[in-house]
Protein backbone atom coordinates (compact mmCIF):
# COMPACT_ATOMS: atom_id res chain seq x y z
CA UNK A 1 0.00 0.00 0.00
CA UNK A 2 1.29 3.77 -0.95
CA UNK A 3 0.28 5.98 1.49
CA UNK A 4 0.49 10.22 0.18
CA UNK A 5 1.63 13.03 2.79
CA UNK A 6 2.92 10.52 5.62
CA UNK A 7 4.80 12.28 7.98
CA UNK A 8 7.78 11.08 9.79
CA UNK A 9 6.96 12.50 12.51
CA UNK A 10 3.91 14.58 13.02
CA UNK A 11 3.59 17.44 15.36
CA UNK A 12 1.12 15.99 17.45
CA UNK A 13 3.26 12.69 18.41
CA UNK A 14 5.11 15.64 20.87
CA UNK A 15 1.79 15.95 22.86
CA UNK A 16 1.80 13.38 26.20
CA UNK A 17 -0.94 11.42 26.60
CA UNK A 18 -3.53 12.73 29.40
CA UNK A 19 -5.03 9.76 30.10
CA UNK A 20 -5.10 7.97 33.62
CA UNK A 21 -5.43 4.67 33.01
CA UNK A 22 -6.23 3.28 36.63
CA UNK A 23 -9.94 4.37 35.94
CA UNK A 24 -12.01 3.77 32.67
CA UNK A 25 -13.65 6.93 33.49
CA UNK A 26 -10.61 9.17 33.06
CA UNK A 27 -9.19 7.57 29.28
CA UNK A 28 -9.87 8.00 25.91
CA UNK A 29 -12.56 7.98 24.55
CA UNK A 30 -14.33 9.06 27.50
CA UNK A 31 -12.02 11.79 28.82
CA UNK A 32 -10.79 13.92 26.30
CA UNK A 33 -7.10 13.78 25.32
CA UNK A 34 -5.36 14.92 21.94
CA UNK A 35 -2.80 12.40 22.00
CA UNK A 36 -4.59 9.14 22.30
CA UNK A 37 -7.43 11.24 19.63
CA UNK A 38 -4.88 11.17 16.85
CA UNK A 39 -3.63 7.95 17.66
CA UNK A 40 -6.61 6.16 16.58
CA UNK A 41 -7.08 8.07 13.54
CA UNK A 42 -3.16 6.95 12.81
CA UNK A 43 -4.30 3.51 13.91
CA UNK A 44 -7.34 3.24 11.29
CA UNK A 45 -5.31 3.77 8.42
CA UNK A 46 -5.45 0.86 5.91
CA UNK A 47 -1.64 -0.54 5.65
CA UNK A 48 -2.49 -3.16 3.12
CA UNK A 49 -4.18 -2.94 -0.48
CA UNK A 50 -8.08 -3.75 -0.11
CA UNK A 51 -11.14 -3.94 -2.58
CA UNK A 52 -13.64 -1.34 -2.91
CA UNK A 53 -17.22 -1.74 -5.01
CA UNK A 54 -17.38 1.18 -7.32
CA UNK A 55 -20.65 2.10 -9.00
CA UNK A 56 -20.15 2.91 -12.82
CA UNK A 57 -21.76 5.51 -14.31
CA UNK A 58 -22.44 6.24 -18.01
CA UNK A 59 -21.12 9.47 -20.49
CA UNK A 60 -24.28 11.70 -18.60
CA UNK A 61 -23.18 10.97 -15.29
CA UNK A 62 -26.33 8.28 -14.69
CA UNK A 63 -25.90 5.29 -12.89
CA UNK A 64 -25.82 1.96 -14.76
CA UNK A 65 -26.62 -0.45 -12.40
CA UNK A 66 -23.67 -2.30 -12.68
CA UNK A 67 -20.77 -2.70 -10.08
CA UNK A 68 -17.22 -3.08 -10.51
CA UNK A 69 -14.35 -3.94 -7.86
CA UNK A 70 -11.66 -2.30 -7.71
CA UNK A 71 -8.56 -3.26 -5.49
CA UNK A 72 -7.10 0.06 -4.07
CA UNK A 73 -3.42 0.30 -3.84
CA UNK A 74 -2.53 3.91 -3.37
CA UNK A 75 -4.26 6.57 -0.76
CA UNK A 76 -4.13 9.78 0.17
CA UNK A 77 -3.98 11.13 3.64
CA UNK A 78 -6.15 14.57 4.54
CA UNK A 79 -4.02 16.47 7.24
CA UNK A 80 -4.99 19.55 9.86
CA UNK A 81 -2.82 22.13 10.11
CA UNK A 82 -1.98 22.92 13.31
CA UNK A 83 -1.26 19.16 14.57
CA UNK A 84 -0.61 17.53 11.28
CA UNK A 85 -3.15 14.88 12.63
CA UNK A 86 -5.16 13.12 10.00
CA UNK A 87 -8.28 13.96 9.32
CA UNK A 88 -9.26 11.67 6.52
CA UNK A 89 -7.92 10.04 3.49
CA UNK A 90 -8.78 8.93 -0.14
CA UNK A 91 -8.10 6.88 -3.28
Known amino acids: MKINNSLEHPRWYD ?13 YPISSCLHCKFQECQDSLPKKDFKSKITVY ?3 GF ?3 EIKTRTVKEITIIRGEKYQD ?6
Open 15 to 27: IKCKCNHDNVETE
Open 58 to 60: DKK
Open 63 to 65: PTG
Open 86 to 91: IMGWFF
